[in-house]
């Protein structure tokens, strides 16, 4: 079973840019979107209901913004989309697939910078962090469960090219590092990284000018955690960052989900 999660920057635009083969091509079982940034019925019907894809989605109330999905190829047993908070939930920054016992989070954690890039909204992401770890550490209770999305976060200093220039930006501050910390010390497996331990130069996310992407001067903010169960089914975590059509790329693992009912290709 092949997990793909991919924060699109725009679903509308990624089409344009080859989203539909990209869906075509990619292999895999379950694809989770982030920053869908369009309400379902905004999207051809080509997209909104791709041939083959059971797809689901919880937009922002606000037009144009946020917003997550999930398209995948086995129909879910089971939907949520709201944490209990409106200032949360009204963002469109969480969708929780379950498939039998198994259970997919494709989220988008907020930005910390703030429209005058002043780190105003930290304590509106440290909240949201506060109130997804509360759910999903519940959720593992009843069997593997893979968070996959957009954290905003880069987590230790090889997950960016240059961590000594941002101590003061929010992505890297010490308090947004020790919320993906508090993830890892509770039990849940950063899984690019358990395969690839130590190494640099593996980043997600790259800024549109200057020519970050091609020089490599990126960010890894895009994850899949696994619970202690899930991570036991991992079989490789990948990052393909060849896969254009948006500033980030898609990350990934492949698992072994046999045994488990609901959770992997239709028979």
Request: charged letters at 25%; proline letters at 5%.
């Amino acid at each position: 079973m092949r997990l793909v999660s991919w924060n699109v920057n725009g679903l509308r635009a990624c089409v344009r840019k080859g989203f539909h083969e990209f869906l075509d091509r990619c292999n895999a079982d379950l694809i989770a979107l982030q920053e869908v940034r369009a309400f379902p019925h905004q999207l051809e019907r080509r997209t909104r209901s791709p041939e083959g894809w059971h797809a689901h989605f919880s937009p922002a109330e606000r037009p144009g913004y946020s917003g997550v999905a999930i398209f995948s190829r086995e129909a879910p047993s089971r939907i949520e989309t709201a944490l209990g908070e409106d200032s949360f939930d009204t963002e469109g920054r969480l969708l929780i697939a379950h498939f039998g016992r198994m259970a997919v989070a494709s989220v988008y954690f907020p930005k910390g910078s703030g429209a005058t890039r002043n780190n105003s909204r930290v304590p509106y992401k440290l909240d949201f962090h506060a109130a997804a770890f509360d759910r999903l550490e519940h959720l593992r209770r009843r069997g593997p469960v893979f968070v996959v999305g957009d954290f905003n976060t880069a987590h230790e200093d090889i997950d960016l090219a240059r961590p000594q220039s941002n101590h003061k930006t929010s992505g890297f501050l010490p308090e947004e590092r020790q919320e993906m910390t508090r993830w890892i010390d509770a039990g849940w497996v950063d899984t690019l990284r358990a395969q690839y331990p130590g190494e640099s130069g593996h980043y997600s996310w790259w800024r549109q000018w200057g020519g970050a992407r091609e020089k490599n001067v990126g960010w890894r903010i895009d994850y899949v955690l696994a619970s202690a169960s899930a991570a036991r089914r991992v079989q490789d975590a990948f990052i393909w960052a060849d896969v254009t059509g948006s500033d980030h790329c898609p990350v990934g693992v492949d698992t072994d989900c046999s045994g488990l009912p609901n959770a992997g290709r239709p028979r």
